[in-house]
């Protein structure tokens, strides 16, 4: 059963010298539960548009996106805030932890917009899990960029998606903490019964996924200009 | 728990700006409750102290300056009221009592009057309440060198009963200016909270006939207190006396007197009130500015919390409240700011008349000025919860690949 299906999906956008080019311009894709599957793209490539538009930060110029049977394409703006909130997670390359909070606050808020709303005991577990037990007061400032990372996954899967989505989410770590940081994204998301669509540039990366796609291949205006842009 | 929480983080990480724009709100709050409050209980206060009396009769000048030097024991004296005049009044059958008063002399700069001992125990000095000697004390014997000392000079001189004095010449302290005349205090006044703790109390013919005063005044008064038996005469009294006769000035109702003088000094209450608007003003754009000043840094969070599905009307919703608390925190600090103001004005204003403010005195502006602040504080986040509903979201959170 799939739980993300993608049909014709386009987007652009108005460039500032004038004309509006098509970044994304999807005929089909598909993601089945609990499926892991890298995207191999050059920066630049449309990618993380790709993903915005699958997590609804941005509509779609036209085309379905289909989350848990739910079109996310076709729902208003505050229920594709709901849809993100109860169903996806996002992994960013910047991480995007809020600094202000401590690490369990930040964790905590990937729920607090969710149907159950804040389980500190679940938020404090999962940091548990990826190793920051002993870091739940600190500010993500005072973590390594390693366990910042880990903060960020850990918020990712706070609210039991469906879906993880992760953008370029080793591009600020060194090769070592890459690959575990890879490892662990993919053995917490498989262990939640999530699926994961995560996007890399980074062959080491992308070695460790059985299964890669190229963005190129699935992305038609990529394909129709030779390649990445 | 998550609105208060992301609100209070916020407040904490720009936690400079927060105290600084609270500030702001603080000072515009009490110095509103402080115009406001000062005038409302200044003319209450004002007005019970001439509740005690319906006129007094003075010699021929001001009734505003009768009233000032008679019952608040400002200003210097018109003139003076004959005994017989006085004798006139007092006879007169619509009026209840008549009490003389003649003033002179200080001490150290503090009135001494001459009354009679019916002062102290036929007239209320406010309504329901009898003047009160401090225990071990009395009133003085008229026929005596006797002095009866209101609370706030014996305060302020460390006077007690015992103790002797020797009466200088005139309203303001002149050392040189000595009477050799010596008066022993036989009593403290109790508090009144009136013009009367200002001053020293002695037997009316103790002025009269203090030596170096003019013998040939010996027998007058500087002004006669009335009360009334009934307002018509008063209206009676003020034909004959201010409209039928040159000699004497009957002021009367007290009351509308002092109304008249806080109607002369009106457009200084509007110009403290228009200050105190204007700060609140600012103050309400000193939030504005602040919030929005700090919106570009935001941006990435807002975007942050827009990603994990917070609505953009949750994110509006959060600068608003967040604006609302620095109006809060300036709301409650700016009734510290009042307490201290108006203790101050209130100290001025006991020591200059005697009249006494009450800064725990009730009165709806307490409630909604800090209210008012606490709009204004929201008001001013209006802008920027506006500018952060418009945040586009994926700009915001991380350069594209």
């Known amino acids: 059963m799939s739980i993300l299906s993608i049909v014709s999906l386009r987007k652009s956008f108005v460039s500032p010298e004038g004309p509006r080019h098509i970044i994304v311009d999807i005929p089909e894709f598909s993601l089945s539960a609990g499926q892991q599957v890298a995207l191999r793209g050059e920066s630049g490539s449309g990618k993380t548009t790709f993903l915005n538009l699958i997590a609804g930060i941005l509509a779609p110029d036209s085309g379905g996106i289909l989350i848990d049977g739910r079109n996310m394409a076709a729902l208003s703006e505050p229920a594709r805030d709901r849809l993100r909130a109860t169903s996806l997670g996002y992994i960013f390359q910047t991480f995007n932890l809020l600094q202000g909070f401590t690490v369990l606050e930040n964790v905590e808020l990937g729920m607090a917009f969710g149907p159950s709303g804040i389980d500190r005991a679940r938020a404090s577990s999962l940091l548990a899990h990826v190793g920051l037990s002993t870091k739940l007061h600190h500010r993500p400032r005072q973590l390594s960029t390693g366990q910042q990372q880990r903060v960020a996954v850990a918020r990712a899967l706070a609210n039991k998606p469906r879906l993880v989505l992760a953008d370029e989410p080793t591009g600020n770590l060194d090769r070592k903490h890459a690959c575990e940081a890879i490892s662990l994204i993919s053995d917490t998301c498989r262990e939640a019964g999530a699926a994961l669509l995560l996007v890399s540039h980074d062959e080491e990366v992308l070695a460790q996924f059985e299964e890669t796609r190229d963005f190129a291949a699935i992305n038609r205006c990529l394909s129709a200009a030779g390649g990445a842009s | ?401």
């Open chain 2, 1 to 401: 728990m998550t609105l208060p929480l992301i609100v209070y983080r916020s407040l904490r990480q720009h936690a400079l700006s927060t105290l600084v724009t609270a500030a702001s709100i603080a000072l515009a709050c009490g110095l509103l409750l402080t115009v406001w409050m000062v005038k409302v209980q200044t003319q209450r206060a004002f007005v019970d102290t001439t509740t005690a009396f319906d006129a007094v009769l003075g010699a021929r000048g001001s009734k505003l300056q009768l009233v000032l030097n008679a019952i608040f024991h400002l200003e210097a004296s018109p003139g003076n009221v004959s005994n017989a005049d006085y004798q006139a009044i007092k006879r007169h059958p619509a009026v209840k009592t008549a009490i003389p008063i003649a003033v002179g002399d200080n001490y150290f700069g503090w009135r001494i009057i001459g009354t009679i001992p019916e002062l102290f125990t036929d007239v209320e000095y406010t309504r329901g309440r009898n003047y009160a000697v401090e225990p071990g004390g009395r009133l003085f014997d008229p026929e005596k060198h006797e002095a009866v000392v209101g609370s706030f000079v014996a305060q302020k001189l460390a006077l007690k009963v015992g103790d002797t004095f020797k009466p200088y010449h005139g309203l303001n302290f002149n050392p040189n200016e000595q009477h050799p005349d010596v008066y022993t205090i036989v009593g403290i006044l109790a508090p009144t909270n009136t013009p009367a703790d200002r001053v020293i109390w002695i037997p009316i013919e103790g002025v009269q006939t203090m030596t170096g005063h003019d013998p040939a005044a010996a027998t007058d008064v500087s002004a006669v207190l009335v009360q009334l038996r009934a307002p018509t005469a008063g209206m009676m009294l003020d034909i004959r006396y201010n409209r039928q006769g040159n000699r004497l000035t009957f002021a009367y109702p007290v009351g509308t007197v002092i109304a008249d003088l806080f109607n002369k000094i009106g457009w200084l209450d509007q110009v403290l009130a228009l200050v105190a608007y204007l700060v609140a003003l600012v103050a309400g754009a000193s939030v504005l500015a602040s919030i929005y000043a700090s919106m570009d840094a935001r941006r990435r969070d807002i975007a942050i919390l827009r990603s994990l599905g917070a609505r953009r009307r949750m994110v509006f919703g959060t600068i608003i409240a967040e604006a609302a608390v620095i109006g809060l925190l300036g709301a409650v600090a700016g009734v510290a700011v009042y307490a201290g103001l108006f203790g101050g004005v209130a100290g001025v204003i006991r020591a200059q008349t005697g009249v006494v403010l009450d800064v725990t005195h009730w009165h709806p502006v307490l409630v909604l000025c800090p209210l008012g602040m606490i709009a204004l504080g929201a008001l001013g986040g209006v802008v920027p919860a506006w500018k952060a509903y418009r945040t586009p979201v994926a700009e915001n959170l991380t350069p594209s690949s």
